[in-house]
């Protein structure tokens, strides 16, 4: 799952799932039970779904620009001289490099290959010549 990270990162020790997640879902279904509505939010399920999950992640909600990051994310090497995914028109390391390191320790590539495939879109973008 793309969110794992917020919740349980990677080396967390198992505790931390058990007080965490583990806790959370067994709440949230006892309140259900009782006729109460899920209290933690939800994510919608699909496509949709991870839609949604990057546009809360990304602070956008254009799809053409969630694709773009992706296919950073979704590369086992990218260079600071690529195309910035925001499509400001400048390099990657003269703007969201930051941002795209924070991701990365996030989202690993095939997550974010998953998160294309999903989506509908391809890793890597048509190339059309004349």
């Given at each position: 799952m793309d969110d794992r990270w917020r919740c349980f990162p990677e080396g967390a020790p198992f505790v931390r799932f058990l007080d965490g997640p583990v806790h959370d879902f067994f709440l949230g279904q006892s309140l259900v039970a009782l006729g109460e509505p899920w209290p933690f939010g939800e994510w919608s399920?699909?496509?949709?779904?991870?839609?949604?999950?990057?546009?809360?992640?990304?602070?956008?909600?254009d799809p053409k620009t969630i694709v773009r990051f992706l296919r950073v994310l979704a590369k086992l090497n990218w260079k600071g001289h690529f195309a910035?995914?925001?499509?400001?028109?400048?390099?990657?390391?003269?703007?969201?490099?930051?941002?795209?390191?924070?991701?990365?320790?996030?989202?690993?590539?095939?997550?974010?290959?998953?998160?294309?495939?999903?989506?509908?879109?391809?890793?890597?973008?048509?190339?059309?010549?004349?």
């Open positions: 399920h699909g496509a949709k779904g991870v839609r949604e999950y990057y546009q809360w992640l990304l602070q956008t909600d910035c995914p925001c499509w400001s028109g400048q390099k990657i390391r003269r703007c969201c490099r930051s941002k795209i390191l924070d991701l990365r320790d996030k989202i690993p590539p095939e997550v974010a290959r998953k998160a294309l495939e999903t989506l509908g879109a391809r890793q890597t973008p048509r190339v059309f010549s004349g």
